[in-house]
């Protein structure tokens, strides 16, 4: 049976500095233990012949399948504000596959070996993170939000050394380009002028059509990535996620999250929420994201300078004009979220203080984001812990008649708001939960019986109950960890 690769190497032809070419480091007894089949059958695969040994080889970097020319890319990145050389230290594109409507997508080997980025890293990735990736992406793209995908986990029988000895795995990551706002930084620290705008055009060529109308291209291509991170950043408020990494080498140039280490989603609604136990001053806390998307978005701007033009004053200009539209756009989308999670359809001007009065009470009495936003969806005020609280009462009688100015019937409103919050998020306990019980005992139940809940997580559906749950006291504060 054939896996139906259909290999493209566009990459590749970068100039030679972009990357280093190189094979996965073979494992030694490769065993699939989860294939996402649906996003296959998108990519024009052969969902049947991916569970082959043939395939599962593939997935562990033992074979490299006809067509594809495997590299590690080079990068930088501003990492907690500092920068530095980065690059691929552990992860292998095997090339971009080329799907059945002709768009292309990067298929990547995470924890595929050792690369001469490496570093110090041993270019390993353990079970439990990689399958933790596996959730949270699919979880996000269920949520309809733009992320890397995940295709095939892959145990390597071998162990890695951690602070512990751990199952060593392999994840295939799919996204519609590894382009990051560090390998334009990487470009323009370390390559020529001719070099970045050739990474410029490419990236242009590969995700921006209609570039060819722009009177500038380069400004035209800053714009569109600022326009793209404004709204990924304000769908990640809106469901409460915590990149917890924003590093400049994490922050993607086509819009898609990428780099599902620390993150994790909020329970509890606070501002200064933060889960990676290496981010001790809360740089990449919940309430900082915008701020950091328009700083890293700043350091992209800085890398294109050479290009948007030749008078180094006049390009600071146009750089500070694109970057200045970066928070009304991410206001902008953050409020007709916000407006749609309480079911406004219509636009009146006190919607911004409705909205923050509502948020305030949740940060004053800790309440759970996503089943505040739930329990109004289901109008269940009573299931509320809010319930007892005044002003929350107040705040809902203000709402009620905010919402009897719009033409629109409850039904709609109810419609309008069941679409906009989710019934459930991949809450970080029962995550856990299905991590220990795939890691520690080789049971995957729990993860399919979770994935299954979140591939829909607007249903509303009764199975989808039990996940609503927020987390038992003791299972808080929840940490994360970098360099998994
Ligand atoms: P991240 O925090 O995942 O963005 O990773 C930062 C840098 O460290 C990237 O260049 C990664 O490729 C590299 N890296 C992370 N883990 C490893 C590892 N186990 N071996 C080699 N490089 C790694
Ligand atoms: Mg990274």
């Given at each position: 049976?054939?896996?139906?690769?259909?290999?493209?190497?566009?990459?590749?032809r970068?100039?030679?500095?972009?990357f280093?070419?190189?094979?996965?480091?073979?494992?030694?007894?490769?065993?699939?233990?989860?294939?996402?089949?649906?996003?296959?059958?998108?990519?024009?695969?052969?969902?049947?012949?991916?569970?082959?040994?043939?395939s599962?080889?593939?997935?562990?970097g033992?074979?490299?399948?006809?067509?594809?020319?495997?590299?590690?890319?080079a990068y930088?990145?501003?990492?907690?504000?500092?920068f530095?050389?980065?690059g691929?230290?552990?992860?292998?594109?095997?090339?971009?596959?080329?799907?059945?409507?002709?768009?292309?997508f990067d298929?990547?080997l995470?924890?595929?070996?050792?690369?001469?980025?490496?570093?110090g890293?041993?270019?390993?990735?353990?079970l439990?993170?990689?399958?933790?990736?596996?959730?949270?992406?699919?979880?996000?793209h269920?949520?309809?939000i733009?992320t890397?995908?995940?295709?095939?986990?892959?145990?390597?029988?071998?162990?890695?050394?951690?602070?512990?000895?751990?199952?060593?795995?392999?994840?295939?990551r799919?996204?519609?380009?590894?382009?990051?706002?560090?390998?334009?930084?990487?470009?323009?620290?370390?390559?020529?002028?001719e070099?970045?705008?050739t990474?410029?055009?490419?990236?242009?060529?590969r995700?921006?059509?209609?570039?060819?109308e722009?009177?500038?291209?380069?400004?035209?291509?800053?714009?569109?990535?600022?326009?793209?991170?404004?709204?990924?950043?304000?769908?990640?408020?809106?469901?409460?996620?915590?990149?917890?990494?924003?590093?400049?080498?994490?922050?993607?140039?086509?819009g898609?999250t990428i780099?599902?280490?620390?993150?994790?989603?909020?329970?509890?609604?606070?501002?200064?929420?933060?889960?990676?136990?290496i981010?001790?001053?809360?740089r990449?806390a919940?309430?900082?994201?915008?701020?950091?998307?328009?700083?890293?978005?700043t350091?992209?701007?800085?890398?294109?300078?050479?290009?948007?033009?030749?008078?180094?004053?006049?390009?600071?200009e146009?750089?500070?004009?694109?970057?200045?539209?970066f928070?009304?756009?991410?206001?902008?989308?953050?409020l007709?979220?916000?407006?749609?999670?309480?079911?406004?359809?219509?636009?009146?001007?006190?919607?911004?203080?409705?909205?923050?009065?509502?948020?305030?009470?949740?940060?004053?009495?800790?309440?759970?984001?996503?089943n505040?936003?739930?329990?109004?969806?289901?109008?269940?005020?009573e299931?509320?812990?809010?319930?007892?609280?005044k002003e929350?009462?107040?705040?809902?009688?203000?709402?009620?008649?905010?919402?009897?100015?719009?033409?629109?019937?409850?039904?709609?409103?109810?419609?309008l708001?069941?679409?906009?919050?989710?019934a459930?998020?991949?809450?970080?306990h029962?995550?856990?939960?299905?991590l220990?019980?795939a890691?520690?005992?080789g049971?995957?139940?729990?993860m399919?019986r979770?994935?299954?809940?979140?591939?829909?997580?607007y249903?509303?559906?009764?199975e989808?109950?039990?996940?609503?749950?927020?987390?038992?006291?003791?299972?808080?504060?929840?940490?994360?960890?970098?360099?998994?």
């Open positions: 049976m054939n896996a139906e690769w259909n290999f493209d190497n566009s990459y590749a970068l100039p030679d500095r972009f280093s070419k190189l094979s996965p480091t073979p494992v030694q007894s490769p065993e699939l233990v989860i294939l996402n089949r649906t996003l296959a059958e998108s990519l024009g695969l052969n969902a049947e012949a991916l569970a082959s040994d043939e599962i080889a593939v997935f562990a033992n074979r490299i399948p006809e067509g594809a020319e495997p590299l590690a890319q930088a990145g501003h990492q907690f504000g500092h530095t050389m980065l691929d230290g552990r992860a292998i594109l095997l090339g971009e596959q080329m799907a059945p409507k002709g768009e292309r298929i990547q995470k924890g595929a070996g050792r690369t001469p980025y490496s570093r890293g041993d270019g390993r990735a353990a439990g993170p990689m399958l933790r990736e596996y959730i949270i992406s699919e979880a996000m269920a949520l309809g733009p890397t995908r995940s295709l095939a986990v892959v145990t390597t029988g071998e162990v890695i050394y951690r602070e512990t000895e751990l199952p060593g795995a392999i994840l295939t799919v996204a519609s380009s590894h382009l990051r706002v560090g390998t334009f930084q990487y470009a323009a620290n370390w390559g020529t002028v070099e970045l705008r990474l410029a055009d490419y990236a242009l060529e995700h921006f059509s209609g570039f060819e722009a009177q500038n291209r380069y400004l035209f291509f800053l714009q569109e990535v600022i326009r793209r991170q404004a709204e990924l950043i304000a769908k990640w408020q809106l469901v409460g996620f915590v990149h917890g990494v924003m590093n400049t080498d994490n922050m993607t140039i086509s898609e780099d599902y280490g620390p993150c994790a989603f909020m329970d509890t609604y606070n501002l200064a929420t933060v889960f990676s136990s981010d001790r001053q809360g990449y919940y309430g900082n994201q915008p701020y950091i998307g328009g700083w890293n978005l350091r992209l701007a800085e890398s294109l300078l050479p290009l948007l033009h030749d008078d180094e004053e006049q390009a600071i146009l750089a500070q004009e694109a970057l200045s539209e928070p009304n756009l991410y206001q902008q989308h953050w007709r979220g916000m407006r749609a999670k309480l079911g406004m359809y219509t636009e009146e001007e006190q919607d911004i203080a409705l909205i923050t009065d509502l948020l305030n009470i949740m940060q004053t009495h800790e309440a759970d984001y996503t505040t936003f739930r329990a109004l969806t289901l109008d269940r005020l299931t509320m812990p809010l319930s007892c609280v929350f009462r107040e705040w809902h009688e203000r709402w009620q008649a905010r919402l009897q100015k719009q033409p629109q019937s409850t039904d709609e409103v109810h419609e708001m069941r679409n906009s919050n989710p459930i998020i991949p809450r970080n029962r995550v856990e939960e299905a220990e019980a890691v520690e005992r049971d995957y139940s729990v399919e979770l994935l299954q809940a979140l591939s829909n997580p249903a509303y559906s009764p989808q109950n039990e996940y609503a749950e927020p987390p038992a006291p003791s299972d808080r504060p929840y940490r994360t960890f970098c360099g998994t």
